[in-house]
């Protein structure tokens, strides 16, 4: 033994919260415009309808022993304006997000849509959770999983 006692990092969960507002409608294609109303109801309506989304996401990882961080937050704010505000402040999710042409824009979907664009921008193994606040009572969230 050399005498030098190696220490461990420890792993830190981090998060960020960012708002956007958009339209979306729930529509499948893959259902009858008969199926689609009786399964959405007035989130079916053909002009769509609006909300005002917070998505939080978290981070999971070691803290740096030099700088302290999990992550630099102020890098994470970018990524998240690359991945989510660019792409879906003030659009319709249905017509201006490409990933939605032949997806339902339920708050399931739009988290691993989140998922999918942010993870593009970090670490592999950084990204733990994105959850999405559809409404006060409605939340999806999403870790990357898959069966």
């Known amino acids: 033994m050399n ?35 009786k399964i959405f ?15 939080e996401v978290i981070l999971r990882g070691p803290v740096d022993p030099v700088t302290g961080m999990v992550m630099n937050l102020t890098d994470l704010k970018k990524f998240m304006n690359m991945a989510i505000m660019d792409v ?3 659009k319709n999710v249905d017509k201006d997000v490409p990933y939605f042409k032949d997806v339902v824009s339920t ?3 739009i988290a691993v849509f989140i998922w ?7 670490e592999s ?3 733990y959770e994105v959850k999405v606040h559809e409404t006060g009572k409605n939340v999806a969230f999403y870790r990357g999983e898959h069966l």
């Open 41 to 55: 109801g007035k989130c079916n309506n053909p002009y769509g309808h609006g909300h005002n989304y917070s998505v």
């Open 88 to 90: 879906m402040d003030h």
């Open 3 to 37: 005498g030098t006692i190696q220490q461990k990092s420890p792993i830190v969960y981090i998060s960020r919260t960012e708002s956007f507002s958009a339209c979306h409608r729930l529509h499948s294609t893959q259902l009858s415009d008969e199926e689609n109303r």
């Open 116 to 122: 999918k664009s942010l993870s593009q921008h970090l």
């Open 125 to 127: 193994g950084l990204l």
């Open 107 to 109: 708050a399931e979907n």
